[in-house]
C-alpha cells in the first residue's frame, strides 16, 4: 500500500459553485514536493490539512473531521472505464490518492500511518455535491457516484507529519466494529434505516453522522 500523489489546489473561481466569493479548491493537481498535514482546527475557522491546500466554503468542507480527503486509484480507474476519459490523480479533488489500499472499506476509526510520522483517522464517507457534479461535468453525477456507493473517505489528523509521493501508507489500527466508509455513505444518503449501525463506530465518527444517528434513534423509539 503506497501513496501515489498527494494533491493540493489553489482557489479558482468558477460559476457551478455556491460557495462565498464564487471559487473553490476542488481542481487538484499532484504537489512536486513534501507537504506537510496537521490538524486544521474546528470546521467553520479551519480549513484543509495540507499545506498549501485552499478550501473555499467553510461551511461545509475543512476542518478537523474532514481535514484530508483520500480516494484510492482503483477507483479512479473504474471511473476511467465508465466515463471513457483519462482521470488524472486529484482529479476527484482527492488529497491523496492511494495504491492498494481499499479506502471505502476502510472502518471508522482507523488510522492509517503514512511516511515516517504522519498518523490519520478515518472519520466519514465523501458526500456529492454540486461543486463536485460542475467539476466532472458529466451528467447525473451526483446519482451515479451516489448509486457507485465507493465514495472515499475523509480523514482527521491525529499525528501531523509531512508526506510525500510514494510513502508506504500502513494500517496500524483497524476497530472491530463492522462500520465501513460504505456503509457510513449509505447510511448518510439512501439508506437512513442504517444509521443505528453507525453507533458502534462511537467517538470516532463524524460528530454530524452521530448526531443524527442519534436523533434518528431517538425518533424510532418515540415512533414506538
Excluded at 477507483?75 to 471513457?84: F, K, Q
Excluded at 476497530?175 to 439512501?190: C, M, Y
Aim: aromatic share 6%; with cysteine; hydrophobic share 40%.
Amino acid at each position: 500500500m503506497k501513496l501515489l500523489t498527494v494533491n493540493v489546489g489553489r482557489p479558482k473561481a468558477v460559476a457551478y459553485t455556491d460557495a462565498p466569493g464564487g471559487a473553490t479548491g476542488i481542481d487538484k493537481r499532484p504537489a512536486d514536493g513534501p507537504v506537510h498535514v496537521a490538524d486544521p482546527g474546528p470546521k467553520g475557522t479551519g480549513g484543509s490539512g495540507l499545506a498549501g491546500d485552499a478550501v473555499c466554503d467553510l461551511r461545509h468542507h475543512g476542518g478537523s473531521d474532514q481535514a484530508v480527503y483520500a480516494f484510492a486509484r482503483e477507483e479512479l480507474d473504474v471511473w476511467e472505464r465508465e466515463l471513457g476519459r483519462p482521470l488524472a490523480n486529484g482529479a476527484f479533488g482527492e488529497n491523496l490518492t492511494t495504491s492498494g489500499l481499499d479506502v471505502s472499506g476502510a472502518k471508522i476509526g482507523e488510522r492509517w500511518r503514512i511516511g515516517a510520522d504522519l498518523v490519520l483517522e478515518v472519520t466519514s464517507s465523501r458526500i456529492p455535491c454540486r461543486t463536485f457534479a460542475g467539476h466532472l461535468d458529466e451528467k447525473r453525477w451526483v446519482k451515479r457516484f451516489t448509486q457507485a456507493a465507493a465514495p472515499g473517505a475523509y480523514l482527521r489528523v491525529i499525528v501531523p507529519g509531512e508526506i510525500r509521493a510514494g510513502d508506504p501508507v500502513e494500517i496500524v489500527h483497524r476497530p472491530e466494529h463492522d462500520v465501513t466508509v460504505e456503509l457510513d455513505f449509505l447510511a448518510s444518503t439512501t439508506r437512513r434505516d442504517l444509521l443505528p449501525r453507525m453507533l458502534a463506530a462511537g467517538d470516532a465518527l463524524h460528530p454530524e453522522t452521530l448526531r443524527a444517528a442519534l436523533k434518528y434513534v431517538a425518533t424510532q423509539s418515540a415512533d414506538n
